[in-house]
């Protein structure tokens, strides 16, 4: 009997749950590739302009800071339609996956950078000064020292951002991208097909618990190392 219902489940909604599972896949993979190509180096930048660092400047640091802060102050759906212009004026469009791509990555490059400055504020200054003292370039230091010694907090943080990330393309349906969520609101909830809103939400929980424990392990791995 329960067979029977799952078969007849999917037969239904197999299509439309997988179609919206590959649109989470890519909302999620794009954004946070660019997110990290551009919340690294402003991780990197907020620890070495502050106080005491190779690269202090107390004016850079600040606007960093304001702006980070300012961004991450906006709830994600609000930035979702606050952006809209702007990106309709970067990619052509303001709907579909291309449309929330360039939203996702404005609320989590901030988070990102965020996150970087933490993991490597993180690392033992006794290091860094040793490798100052040799004097080694600021840049190896950057590359070859701190992030090579932040490896398992980056790999954390970034999961932690790979979560939250997930969690924003849910509200993306709100500009027709797709992805679990909008199926989880447009079917489960404004259709009262509460099954598909069910199997949408155990496939988010099953996708960040094996993401979660992907990067455990990984961090586990490189403290080994």
Do not use: C
């Not at 990197?44 to 640091?61: A, D, F, Q, W």
């Not at 447009?186 to 960040?208: K, N, P, Q, T």
């Amino acid at each position: 009997m329960i067979i029977s219902k799952v078969i007849a489940f999917f037969d239904k909604w197999g299509d439309v749950i997988w179609e919206a599972t590959l649109e989470t896949f890519q909302m999620g993979s794009i954004s946070l590739i660019i997110s990290v190509i551009i919340g690294l180096p402003l991780g990197i930048l907020l620890v070495l302009t502050r106080p005491g660092k190779s690269l202090e400047n107390k004016y850079i640091h600040f606007l960093l800071n304001i702006l980070i802060n300012i961004i991450r102050s906006i709830p994600f759906i609000i930035l979702l339609f606050l952006l809209l212009p702007f990106t309709k004026f970067i990619v052509g469009t303001s709907i579909g996956v291309k449309g929330v791509i360039v939203p996702l990555v404005v609320y989590t490059a901030p988070y990102i950078a965020r996150l970087m400055e933490s993991a490597l504020l993180e690392v033992n200054r006794g290091i860094l000064e040793a490798y100052e003292a040799m004097g080694i370039k600021t840049k190896d230091i950057i590359w070859h020292v701190m992030v090579r010694e932040a490896r398992p907090s980056i790999i954390l943080a970034l999961t932690i951002a790979i979560i939250g990330l997930i969690g924003a393309t849910a509200m993306a349906g709100l500009v027709g991208a797709g992805g679990l969520g909008d199926v989880a609101y447009r079917f489960g909830h404004l259709r009262y097909e509460l099954d598909v809103m069910y199997v949408s939400i155990v496939l988010l929980v099953v996708l960040i618990q094996v993401i979660q424990s992907i990067g455990n392990h990984l961090a586990a791995l490189l403290k080994k190392d």
